[in-house]
């Protein structure tokens, strides 16, 4: 009778230490970063607290980089890092449309987060993020990049907006999150957390060349000045036949036109593949993003779609984010 062999375990855990070691190693470099938040508002009875997140230190003098809707309606608070140092917070700017926001403290004793590009980020890679959810000060979740420039719609001071370009992934996420680090292997931040669109969808803004420009635009201005389309959308990879036809491998399909939007009223319709927008080849979110800043307000922006086979130039005319900042 054979003796039942003893089972590997070096070899069963050789990919589970791997694993484990990226996770710690990461952890352990980006959770110095990443800052607990509370904003707070002023009563007759004293200050009192409006929202609360995470943020992430990015400058040597105390800027960090958080959620809109985390600091939506305040303009002060204070953050604590995992060290235990404390900090008073004033808002710098907020940026509704790409759910990002700046605010200020002292300068602290860590130092500032290194920024990746997001652009970089494959479906399938792995992610670490970094909050304080629930309150629970440097929690850490892994996961996978599940997709990538995602356009979702969300309701802010009443109104219907779209976040585009967003990076969607499996890492477990829930409201304290918001405003938490996401990481790639190498510690490098490619994202802001955001549970904006509820629990059990883990987004993040991605750090890329489009929301650099955002947050230069917070910090010298406090504000973004963003034109505005309502579309809600998705890469999208065209087919032998359109490659050939176009020229093009991929478009942005869209998968909804909001109700009254300039997109609407340039005749954009869902389902419709956006292949050009002001001559230049649309991919994915940012590629038109970077075209909807402050000097296309109220400028005809022509649109190139595939619909039901055929190529239609549209124009539309951006208006200007209401609300924003």
């Known amino acids: 009778m054979e003796q039942a062999q003893e089972p590997n375990t070096a070899a069963d855990d050789g990919p589970l230490d791997s694993y484990s070691e990226t996770v710690m190693r990461v952890a352990e470099t980006?959770?110095?970063?990443?800052?607990?938040?509370?904003?707070?508002?002023?009563?007759?009875?004293?200050?009192?607290?409006?929202?609360?997140?995470?943020?992430?230190?990015?400058?040597?003098?105390?800027?960090?980089?958080?959620?809109?809707?985390?600091?939506?309606?305040t303009h002060q608070g204070h953050a604590a890092?995992?060290?235990?140092?404390?900090?008073?917070?004033?808002?710098?700017?907020?940026?509704?449309?790409?759910?990002?926001?700046v605010v200020h403290g002292r300068a602290p004793k860590v130092a500032p987060a290194q920024f990746g590009d997001a652009e970089t980020l494959r479906v399938g890679q792995l992610v670490i993020a970094v909050g304080n959810p629930l309150g629970l000060a440097g929690?850490?979740?892994?996961?996978?990049?599940?997709?990538?420039?995602?356009?979702?719609?969300?309701?802010?001071?009443?109104?219907?907006?779209?976040?585009?370009?967003?990076?969607?992934?499996?890492?477990?996420?829930?409201?304290?999150?918001?405003?938490?680090?996401?990481?790639?292997?190498?510690?490098?931040?490619?994202?802001?957390?955001?549970?904006?669109?509820?629990?059990?969808?883990?987004?993040?803004?991605?750090i890329n060349t489009t929301t650099r420009r955002i947050i230069s635009a917070l910090l010298k201005d406090g504000r973004v000045r963003r034109a505005y389309l309502g579309v809600v959308s998705t890469p999208f990879r065209l087919n032998a036949s359109a490659v050939?036809?176009?020229?093009?491998?991929?478009?942005?399909?869209?998968?909804?036109?909001?109700?009254?939007?300039?997109?609407?009223?340039?005749?954009?319709?869902?389902?419709?593949?956006?292949?050009?927008?002001?001559?230049r080849p649309v991919s994915n979110a940012e590629s038109l993003q970077k075209l909807l800043f402050a000097d296309a307000i109220g400028q005809p922006l022509p649109i190139r779609v595939l619909r039901d086979g055929q190529e239609v130039d549209i124009v539309a005319v951006p208006d200007e984010m209401a609300g924003n900042g």
């Open 244 to 279: 050939i036809r176009t020229g093009q491998r991929d478009g942005l399909r869209v998968v909804e036109v909001l109700a009254g939007s300039p997109a609407d009223r340039g005749g954009l319709r869902a389902g419709d593949v956006i292949l050009t927008a002001g001559s």
């Open 81 to 101: 890092f995992a060290d235990g140092s404390r900090t008073d917070l004033e808002l710098v700017g907020a940026d509704p449309l790409s759910d990002l926001a």
């Open 139 to 206: 929690s850490v979740t892994a996961g996978v990049v599940s997709g990538l420039g995602r356009a979702i719609p969300v309701w802010s001071s009443g109104n219907r907006r779209v976040i585009e370009d967003v990076i969607q992934t499996d890492a477990a996420l829930n409201a304290g999150s918001s405003g938490g680090a996401l990481a790639d292997t190498h510690g490098r931040i490619v994202g802001i957390n955001t549970a904006v669109a509820g629990a059990g969808l883990g987004l993040a803004v991605p």
């Open 30 to 73: 980006v959770t110095p970063h990443v800052a607990a938040i509370e904003m707070t508002g002023n009563h007759r009875n004293g200050r009192f607290r409006m929202g609360a997140g995470s943020a992430v230190l990015f400058t040597e003098d105390g800027y960090l980089l958080t959620n809109s809707h985390v600091v939506a309606g």
